[in-house]
């Protein structure tokens, strides 16, 4: 899907338009191959090349041909599958197209770019694509922090969980946010990669206004990195308590299991000696002998219980 945009500073309301104007903003989500042909067509960039970049294997990074500024990051998407809501990362491409437009190519829907849709993001105009393209960094970092919160109240819900019960769903859902957090983590580091080079090469034009921004982006970057790898860690340590959990779980059942053998036994050997093919003197006569018999058994295995019991074998 192919939307124009376009707003100023005298027409501060984002709209969307029909054609293409000088200073507007494209926004493609994921296209088709018609769509990569009509882009191709009005941008006047290589098919090829387009189809190229729009790999959602595609690693972040600068790319500068004819005049076209191809800048690709990852950002944090969630989907559906096989009944888990699973984090992952997804590419965004930001393009300034001989500084006439600026272009936004996703291959899938974000919610990083619809905030500029919906014009709550604050000085923001498609004609300063500059700013524009820092405010979109600094949107994907703010947006990996608030995802990497959620992360981590998840993993505080699982902790919270393994104190009651330890299920085999319980450990997928922390083997799933372990892979997102190698997901963002990985990716963050790309995009930051990106950063420091757009700045150390003067690659896209910094104004003054857009320097607090800019230091900003830096600084939310970093703390997302640091965030994800604290994050890493403590998964980590949960799945290892988890682990240790399961294991001393099967211990015990295994110790009860031993000692209620034991236990049990007792009746039986009592009974086994009691019928063996030899005089049992008094007991052969006694009315009460199988009564005696049994209050025997008895007493033996809660003597043994008991034992066990104090060496917390039951």
Known sequence: MIKIYKND???TDIREINNLEIDSWINVTTPNSDEIT???KKLDIDEKYLIKILDEEEQSRIDIKDGIQTIIIDVPTEIKKNKYSVNITNPLIIMQVRNKYIVTISTKNNNVLEEFISGIVPEFFTGKKSRFTFQILYKVALTYIKDLK???QKINKAEDLMQKSTQNKDLLDLMH???AL????TSLKGNQIVLDRIIQNNIIDLYEDDKTLLENTIIEYQQAIEMAEIYNGLLNSTIDAYGTIISNNL???MKVLAAFTI???IPTMVASFM???VPLGVFSHNQFSFLIIVLISLFLALIVAYILRNKNML
């Open 9 to 11: 500073e005298i027409n």
């Open 177 to 179: 946010l372990r892979k």
């Open 251 to 253: 211990n015990s059942v």
């Open 182 to 185: 190698i997901y963002f983590k």
């Open 275 to 277: 019928g063996m093919n």
């Open 263 to 265: 236990v049990i036994s």
């Open 150 to 152: 959620q992360i981590n």
């Open 38 to 40: 009509e882009l191709s």
